[in-house]
């Protein structure tokens, strides 16, 4: 699990590429490798990836066919930046939201726009997964913990503060970005739960639902 609170903006070293698989390495100058060891999990823009190598100022790590195709990491190049987050501690500040690295689609920057020091970003996403957010509420982009502004059918609209745009890749972003987009995991599972799925009843939440599991009492 992550927070959504990039440690640092590493850039891609290599790409080898392995059938439909690929070891990507990459590089940073500032975020401390002492305490990662192989397999720990490491939040590439987003993605959650094991390290497979660890080295004094980078690492390495494999990429499947599948993530390739659900996320921007497939259309990655050499020396291009990416968000870096160690995955978080039980003493980690939870500054963000919880945050899985599980990409839930690929959505693209539509506009970006100054207001004062900031900039206002306007996206859309993969249809169908609008619904799962909410004005104020949080999202992930490229690995970013951000609230967002307003929400339509076809996206949604956030406010990114200078120092957000400094120490992040948001800074780069123009009309026609792609980014990764990972929804709040807490509209995931209420959707699970209201939709009637296989862990809860076929009649989905209701009274006897709600009885049977100790939330009602009798007056």
Wanted: charged share 20%.
């Amino acid at each position: 699990m992550f927070t959504g609170i990039v440690q640092a903006v590493g850039k891609i070293s290599a790409l080898d590429r392995r059938g439909d698989d690929m070891r990507l390495s990459i590089e940073s100058q500032t975020l401390d490798f002492s305490d990662v060891g192989l397999g720990d999990s490491i939040a590439v823009s987003g993605v959650c990836l094991s390290a497979v190598e660890v080295r004094r100022n980078g690492f390495a790590a494999d990429v499947s066919r599948e993530t390739l195709s659900c996320t921007t990491l497939g259309a990655l190049a050499s020396g291009e930046p990416v968000n870096l987050e160690k995955a978080l501690l039980p003493t980690t500040r939870l500054g963000g939201h919880l945050v899985s690295g599980h990409v839930d689609g690929v959505g693209q920057v539509e506009e970006v726009r100054s207001v004062g020091q900031c900039k206002v970003m306007r996206f859309t996403v993969p249809a169908g997964l609008a619904r799962y957010l909410a004005a104020k509420g949080s999202v992930c982009v490229d690995g970013v913990s951000l609230t967002v502004n307003t929400v339509s059918s076809a996206g949604f609209e956030i406010n990114v503060i200078p120092h957000t745009l400094e120490r992040t890749v948001l800074g780069n972003y123009r009309s026609g970005t792609a980014v990764n987009i990972e929804v709040d995991v807490v509209a995931r599972y209420l959707e699970r739960l209201l939709s009637g799925g296989a862990s809860v009843n076929s009649g989905g939440i209701g009274r006897a639902f709600l009885s049977e599991h100790g939330y009602l009492q009798d007056a």
